[in-house]
T-cell receptor
Framework: DGGITQSPKYLFRKEGQNVTLSCEQNLNHDAMYWYRQDPGQGLRLIYYSQIVNDFQKGDIAEGYSVSREKKESFPLTVTSAQKNPTAFYLC????????????FGQGTRLTVV | QKEVEQDPGPLSVPEGAIVSLNCTYSNSAFQYFMWYRQYSRKGPELLMYTYSSGNKEDGRFTAQVDKSSKYISLFIRDSQPSDSATYLCAMGGFLGDSGGYQKVTFGTGTKLQVIP
């Protein structure tokens, strides 16, 4: 079955640690996205990539980094510079770089302990 | 003022009711309109996608867009307990002569509960 796989589902991070969230898709989509979801704030765009080896900052990129070495993969690293990392992180992909008709993964819940 | 406004609810309705979910927006550049359904602790799934003003129907769901009023709606007929979820509106569009696309902007979501 085609889809987007995010792992892990739950992740705990200690203060000062970097953690990497995995996102893999087998939909053959060129565009991939990372969003952060907080209660009452909707989805906010962190980073997006329209093609391999290229990515752009979204609205809240500070404290995050990404790579796009393969079409199928778009990992997100939450660095120690991110002051409030506890959130629900969602990865998405779409055929067109318009971002419309996006398919989402099941999310990763990151908690700082 | 937010670009996209959506009442967070919660909205509680009895099973079988017609549900109306709405969003308003301020950016006239938005041309694509989407509705996503998100169950608790899951990723959103695309329900409806429309490009122009008017109505689009898919089973029990109808999406309505009124660009002149900058207002979109999602209607759910014969609502079921399995429809209990958070519904997110989303919209995007072209950037015109500069090329590329307006990034997709999401509403905050409306939580719906359908009571058996």
């Amino acid at each position: 079955d085609g889809g987007i796989t995010q792992s892990p589902k739950y992740l705990f991070r200690k203060e000062g640690q970097n953690v990497t969230l995995s996102c893999e898709q087998n939909l053959n989509h060129d565009a991939m996205y990372w969003y952060r979801q907080d209660p009452g704030q909707g989805l906010r765009l962190i980073y997006y990539s329209q093609i391999v080896n290229d990515f752009q900052k979204g609205d809240i990129a500070e404290g995050y980094s990404v790579s796009r070495e393969k079409k199928e993969s778009f990992p997100l690293t939450v660095t120690s510079a991110q002051k409030n990392p506890t959130a629900f992180y969602l990865c998405a992909s779409s055929i067109a770089d318009s971002g419309t008709e996006a398919f989402f993964g099941q999310g990763t819940r990151l908690t700082v302990v | 003022q937010k670009e996209v406004e959506q009442d967070p609810g919660p909205l509680s309705v009895p099973e079988g009711a017609i549900v109306s979910l709405n969003c308003t927006y301020s950016n006239s550049a938005f041309q694509y309109f989407m509705w996503y359904r998100q169950y608790s602790r899951k990723g959103p799934e695309l329900l409806m996608y429309t490009y122009s003003s008017g109505n689009k129907e898919d089973g029990r769901f109808t999406a309505q867009v009124d660009k002149s009023s900058k207002y979109i709606s999602l209607f759910i007929r014969d609502s079921q307990p399995s429809d209990s979820a958070t519904y997110l509106c989303a919209m995007g569009g072209f950037l015109g002569d500069s090329g590329g696309y307006q990034k997709v902007t999401f509403g905050t979501g409306t939580k719906l509960q359908v009571i058996p």
